[in-house]
C-alpha cells in the first residue's frame, strides 16, 4: 500500500544532541512537508519541499534542518539550536496544490 | 492575528445531533479549504476540501464556504461518539504550504 512513512514514532535527545527524524514516501508526490505540533496547538510549518533538491523555511525553520535529494525521502535534523524540540513531529506530502495532504504517523521528540 | 482562528472547544453535542464547527481566515487570497479531523495522539486525517463558495456534501458532512465573509465552517449530521476528536481547519493561497487553525476539540455525549 502506498503511503507516508515516519521512524521513529519516538525519540528522546539529550541537551546538545542533533537528531534526525526520517520521512519516505512511496506516493510518487513532488511536494513534501515538515510541521511540529506542541500539545493543544495547531500545525505550524518547519520545512517543505516542491520538487528535489530544493526546499524553502516555514515558519518556524529556525534550529531545524532539511535535505531533499530524492523524491521519496524528506529527512528533518533537529538541531541542538532548537531550543525547545520536545513536540509531535508530522510530515505529509501531496502530488498537486489543488489536493489536501497525506500525512505520515508522526514522531513524538522529547527533550531528555 | 492569527490567520487561521478557531474556537478551541470543546464543543459538546448529544449522540444524533449536528455539530457545526467553524473558522475565519485572515489572507483574502486563500484559495483552497480543508478540514482534518485528528484523534489524540494521532496523525490528521482530510475530510473534506472545498473550493467554491457555497456547500459541499459529503455523507455525514457538509463543508460551507463563504469567501467574503472569509468564513468556512464544517456541519456533521447525525453525530457519533466515534466523531470525537479534534478537527483542524487548514487553509491555502496559491502554491503556498497549507495553514492550520489551533483546532476545535468535539465531544459527542451517548
Known amino acids: 500500500d502506498g503511503g507516508i512513512t515516519q521512524s521513529p514514532k519516538y525519540l528522546f535527545r539529550k541537551e546538545g544532541q542533533n537528531v534526525t527524524l526520517s520521512c519516505e514516501q512511496n506516493?510518487?508526490?513532488?511536494?513534501m512537508y515538515w510541521y511540529r505540533q506542541d500539545p493543544g496547538q495547531g500545525l505550524r510549518l518547519i520545512y517543505y519541499?516542491?520538487?528535489?533538491?530544493?526546499?524553502q523555511k516555514g515558519d518556524i525553520a529556525e534550529g531545524y534542518s532539511v535535505s531533499r535529494e530524492k523524491k521519496e525521502s524528506f529527512p528533518l535534523t533537529v538541531t541542538s539550536a532548537q531550543k525547545n524540540p520536545t513536540a509531535f513531529y508530522l510530515c505529509?506530502?501531496?502530488?498537486?496544490?489543488?489536493?489536501?495532504?497525506?500525512f505520515g504517523s508522526g514522531t513524538r521528540l522529547t527533550v531528555v | 492575528q492569527k490567520e487561521v482562528e478557531q474556537n478551541s472547544g470543546p464543543l459538546s453535542v448529544p449522540e444524533g445531533a449536528i455539530a457545526s464547527l467553524n473558522c475565519t481566515y485572515s489572507?483574502?487570497?486563500?484559495?483552497?479549504f480543508f478540514w482534518y479531523r485528528q484523534y489524540s495522539g494521532k496523525s490528521p486525517e482530510l475530510i473534506m476540501f472545498i473550493y467554491s463558495n457555497g456547500d459541499k456534501e459529503d455523507g455525514r458532512f457538509t463543508a460551507q464556504l463563504n469567501k467574503a465573509s472569509q468564513y468556512v465552517s464544517l456541519l456533521i449530521r447525525d453525530s457519533q461518539p466515534s466523531d470525537s476528536a479534534t478537527y483542524l481547519c487548514a487553509v491555502r493561497a496559491g502554491r503556498r504550504a497549507l495553514t492550520f487553525g489551533s483546532g476545535t476539540r468535539l465531544q459527542v455525549q451517548p
Open positions: 506516493l510518487n508526490h513532488d511536494a
Open positions: 519541499s516542491q520538487i528535489v533538491n530544493d526546499f
Open positions: 505529509a506530502s501531496n502530488a498537486d496544490s489543488d489536493y489536501g495532504y497525506t
Open positions: 489572507d483574502r487570497g486563500s484559495q483552497s
